[in-house]
């Protein structure tokens, strides 16, 4: 077993966290993977408060550590109320400046506080805001990305910076043993994983998405700032489509900028926590089981890991092999590189 601060601080067996992905990092992928010894954290951002009290609920009664994902401008002060009444573990947040007080209002209520970074300078601001933990975001990760640089640079900068005052999750393209012994010989406590594990069946994502991730090759996603209007400070790093291959290296503003909303084209339909939506060109959401419409115009959140994200499998496999592989690698493998 490999033991780091991370594993002995939150009484978890494996170093991985799962990334809190919006929408689809619901209840079954993060108990999934709190189940297998990792730490499994909820996508809440843009949740209703009820439904997050009763996911809270449900998470509680499996026993298991877990964190809350949240991204401040989604969500308000009635969610940091209720993850400290239930004493969510970890509420980990991520783009957004988190206000003061929510800090608090979660440390006194007994939660730890883990803020995701992607620069030198934001994890140093991170740490004076009282941060528990960081997880530090290389630009190869999915989902929203302005990391500075890819986690190989970036993460040994960022310990060297913050000299050991809190723990440190690597983000961005760990999918396999290979990636967790990498982030533990670079400094790192623990990983965050988010690509690899929407190829499981707990993941909320449509079949067509997940279809799509195991289909590309490591070279097939960009960053881009093509969705969202509603998210418009957002660059993100997702599948090619034909919407992104069309946007992606034109100079003008992401043409949300340019066009009202409702001027764009409806892509497809889908249902957003029981409410029935129209989905319009360049909205940022991703395509979760209940959307019907054109894969070509959504966005598909994903990271540079899809190189190594070829099955889709249950998410407790994935954490368990991640563990064992990068045991193998730190025990067997590079003690037998050593010639004395
Ligand atoms: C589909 C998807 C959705 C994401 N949504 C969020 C989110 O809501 N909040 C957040 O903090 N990070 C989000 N992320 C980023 C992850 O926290 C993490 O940095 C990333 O997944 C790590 O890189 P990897 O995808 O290579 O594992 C998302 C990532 C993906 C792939």
């Known amino acids: 077993m490999i033991r780091t601060r991370l594993t002995e601080t939150y009484g978890i067996r494996h170093p991985i966290a799962s990334a809190g992905m919006a929408f689809v990092a619901t209840v079954p992928l993060t108990r999934a993977v709190s189940a297998a010894g990792g730490l499994g954290v909820l996508g809440a951002s843009g949740m209703p408060p009820e439904l997050l009290r009763s996911e809270l609920r449900e998470l509680r009664a499996g026993g298991d550590p877990f964190g809350v994902n949240i991204i401040p401008r989604f969500n308000g002060i009635e969610h940091i109320e ?166 992606e290296k034109r100079d003008e503003p992401p043409p949300y900028k340019t066009v009202p909303a409702e001027g764009h084209p409806v892509i497809g339909q889908m249902s957003l926590y029981g409410h029935a939506m129209s989905m319009q060109r360049f909205i940022g959401l991703p395509p979760t089981p209940e959307f019907n419409g054109d894969f070509e115009e959504m966005s598909l959140l994903a990271g540079e890991s899809v190189g190594l994200t070829d099955s889709i499998r249950p998410a407790g496999d994935i954490v368990r092999d991640i563990a064992r592989d990068a045991e193998e690698i730190v025990t067997r493998r590079l003690p037998g590189l050593i010639v004395r």
């Open 82 to 247: 209720l993850c400290a009444e239930e004493q969510v573990p970890v509420v980990v947040f991520f783009w957004d400046d988190v206000p003061k007080e929510w800090i608090e209002r979660l440390h006194a209520g007994g939660c730890n506080v883990w803020l995701q970074v992607g620069s030198v300078a934001e994890a140093k601001r991170a740490v004076r805001a009282h941060a528990d933990a960081l997880i530090v975001q290389g630009s190869e990760a999915g989902g929203h990305n302005r990391a500075a640089a890819a986690t190989l640079s970036l993460l040994p900068a960022v310990i060297d910076a913050i000299e050991g005052a809190v723990p440190v999750l690597a983000a961005g393209g760990i999918a396999d043993g290979r990636g967790l012994a990498a982030a533990l010989a670079l400094g790192a406590d623990g990983v965050s994983v988010g690509t690899r594990l929407l190829a499981s069946p707990e993941a909320f994502a449509h079949d067509e998405y997940k279809k799509r991730l195991i289909a590309a090759g490591v070279q097939d996603t960009a960053r881009h700032n093509i969705f969202g209007p509603d998210f418009p400070d957002a660059t993100v790093r997702g599948l090619r489509n034909r919407l992104v291959r069309e946007w």
